[in-house]
């Protein structure tokens, strides 16, 4: 999942291109380039590794010229290299950039190669830089030349090409990947979200599946795959801070996790109706409407949907399905008795997520994305949205996004509990409450980083670690175990305590971190028996506990303790000692904690 800019019109663009592309570095940093013409001259600049390489590269030797493109990678296809990065030109006559995945490059590269095309890389990309070369060989012009290509290649992409003979244009598709087309004063953009382009123009055209458009200064031409013109109407977009700092933090991730009590009252506020009810924004017929659910998303958004289903369940009695999105496009799933598919997305762009909503669509159900990213793909598909108001979330490893969304999530289990009498207006009002004093909760276990750097220094010295939670305490096992994966790169699996003595439990030697996550709540003494089991066989138990349930494991090796608070809620509250642990962790092996080695924020591959 790159990231993919453009200019035409914009005097010296490389600047405004590289702007650009340091608002997207977050979907990839393996990589960059950018390639302008002038003079009918192409001219290319990549370098490996972070944007700042490139930057020294330009300011060695600058680029000139109206037109342009660029290009920050996350590889798919062909190592690391500088052979491998975007752009890529093809007989110094054809640049293209491009994000998602040919899948039959092999195919097209084999055939190019035999009709004498050369190859300079290992990427997918590169075979539509040889691909607009033989269409105009073929004397075909831009537009027929894109409809042909369109027609070869197979997959998910968002491309753009520069072409020497048509120094006045960019020619741009896209299939599933985003891209987003910025109209400005006497000049034009191309984007892989708006934000690349917030510091350009808000007046923004995004394209749908298989349309193709030539990009020139003074406006936009789309076009369907077979060719007719596409009528695709402009939208303003939201005003963006663009850059965002780090506030005076040294990173992304601790301001993020600084930020989560404001992320979960703006989320809470979004959830709540002008008479002050939790609404989730939708009304009593759409939630009663609602008869069975599948949750679908990746990551640690698919981690607030298990969190999320125990609400439910327990809320609203309405069935509910958790489901990896990559594994559920590919199934052929029983959608009795499920009408509803509710999406969960930070980025709103998760391809695999992206699809298995389609799936859902396709197979009848009424889609709700619950996302961070208000223009995303997925909210502007969706036939329903509920918006997390966590503000732009740049650090890799999601934080406050992850407590918006079991915010977000709780509200609506109590809208629907509600909608469908299973709440009285006693419970709904007691839950709320409970809700409201969760920022000022937060706001106290944001207290605990003195308490937990000793116990990370410990934990960075370690090969791997197992995250222990019961019932709903159980998913933020998986994610706390993933945030330490991500972040420290040490290998850490999150369990159910109580599945721990059919195998996983052999795991356990001296001094292995063993993290425990426990609540006051129905589960408490079988979860602490399962810690006394892993305990008994010397794992150090690091406990991430409320106040009052501590004294239940009067063996912990460490012990960190967040304020009481309800059981509904302690999945939310215990999220942050996790957070920090998994961050301190990160700092202390002197990790990248916001860009980590082999990751992006949004994932727009398969
Ligand atoms: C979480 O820290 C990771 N960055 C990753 O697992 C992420 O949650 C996943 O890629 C889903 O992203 P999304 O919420 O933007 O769809």
């Known amino acids: 999942m790159c990231g993919i800019v453009g200019a035409v019109g914009h005097e010296n663009c490389s600047q405004a291109l590289f702007d650009s592309l340091r608002r997207l570095e977050y979907r990839g940093y393996d990589s960059s380039g950018i390639v302008t013409i002038d003079e009918s001259e192409i001219t290319l600049r990549r370098a490996v590794g972070k944007l700042i390489n490139l930057e020294r590269a330009l300011q060695v030797s600058p680029l000139s010229g109206a037109i342009g493109i660029g290009h920050t990678r996350w590889a798919t296809h062909g190592g690391v290299t500088t052979e491998n990065a975007h752009p890529h030109v093809a007989s110094g006559r054809v640049a293209i950039v491009h994000n998602g995945i040919i899948e039959n490059h092999r195919v097209l590269r084999n055939r190019l190669q035999a009709d004498g095309h050369n190859f300079s890389s290992d990427t997918d990309s590169e075979v539509l830089a040889h691909l607009f070369v033989e269409a105009l060989d073929q004397g075909l012009d831009p537009a027929r030349a894109a409809q042909q290509i369109l027609g070869q290649i197979e997959g998910a992409y968002a491309f753009a090409a520069l072409l020497v003979d048509y120094p006045d244009m960019l020619v741009v598709a896209r299939n599933a990947s985003p891209l987003a087309l910025g109209v400005g004063d006497g000049a034009c953009y191309i984007g892989s979200d708006a934000i690349a382009l917030s510091h350009l123009t808000r007046k923004v055209i995004y394209l749908k599946d298989h349309d193709f458009a030539l990009v020139r200064a003074d406006g936009v031409t789309v076009y369907q795959a077979d060719g007719t013109p596409a009528n695709r109407e402009s939208v303003i977009v939201a005003a963006n801070q663009g850059l965002v700092d780090k506030g005076g933090y040294r990173h992304f991730m601790e301001k993020e996790i600084h930020e989560q009590p404001d992320a979960i009252a703006h989320s809470l506020a979004a959830m709540t109706g002008a008479d002050g009810r939790l609404t989730a924004q939708l009304d009593d017929k759409e939630l009663q409407d609602i008869e069975g659910m599948v949750m679908l998303a990746a990551g640690t958004s698919h981690y607030a949907t298990q969190v999320a289903r125990y609400w439910i369940e327990s809320l609203t009695g309405v069935p509910v399905s958790c489901e990896i999105a990559s594994e ?177 439990i052999a795991l356990i030697e001296d001094d292995l971190p063993v993290v425990a996550l426990l609540a006051a709540d129905p589960l408490m003494a079988k979860a602490s028996s399962n810690l006394r089991e892993a305990s008994a066989r010397g794992g150090r138990i690091i406990l991430l506990s409320e106040a009052r349930a501590a004294a239940e494991v009067d063996y912990a090796d460490a012990v960190v303790t967040v304020p009481d608070v309800d059981p509904l809620l302690a999945p939310i509250l215990l999220a942050v000692p996790a957070q920090i642990l998994a961050y301190l962790t990160a700092v202390e092996k002197g990790t990248d904690v916001d860009q980590p080695r082999n990751l992006a924020k949004s994932v727009t591959v398969e």
Not at 342 to 364: F, K, Y
Not at 379 to 384: F, L, N, Q, Y
């Open 328 to 504: 559920y496009h590919y199934r052929s799933p029983a959608t009795s008795p499920y009408s509803t598919a509710l999406v969960i997305s930070q980025s709103g762009e998760s391809l695999d997520t992206l699809m298995a909503m389609r799936h859902a669509a396709a197979c009848g159900m009424k889609t709700i994305g619950l996302v961070n990213v208000p223009d995303s793909t997925i909210a502007r598909e969706a036939d329903m949205v509920l918006p997390t108001r966590a503000g732009p979330e740049i650090g890799v490893a999601s934080t406050k996004a992850f407590t918006a969304q079991l915010t977000v999530l709780l509200c609506f289990a109590v809208a629907l509990g509600r909608s469908k009498g299973m709440l009285s207006r006693d419970q709904v009002a007691d839950i709320h409450a409970k809700i409201q004093a969760l920022p000022g909760l937060v706001g106290k276990a944001l207290g605990l980083f003195d308490v937990i750097r000793p116990i990370a220094s410990h934990l960075a010295t370690a090969k791997s670690a197992l995250y222990l939670g019961r019932g709903v305490l159980y998913p933020l096992a998986l994610e706390g175990a993933l945030k330490l994966k991500e972040l420290s790169y040490i290998h850490a699996e999150g369990f159910a305590s109580g599945e721990m003595k059919h195998g996983p």
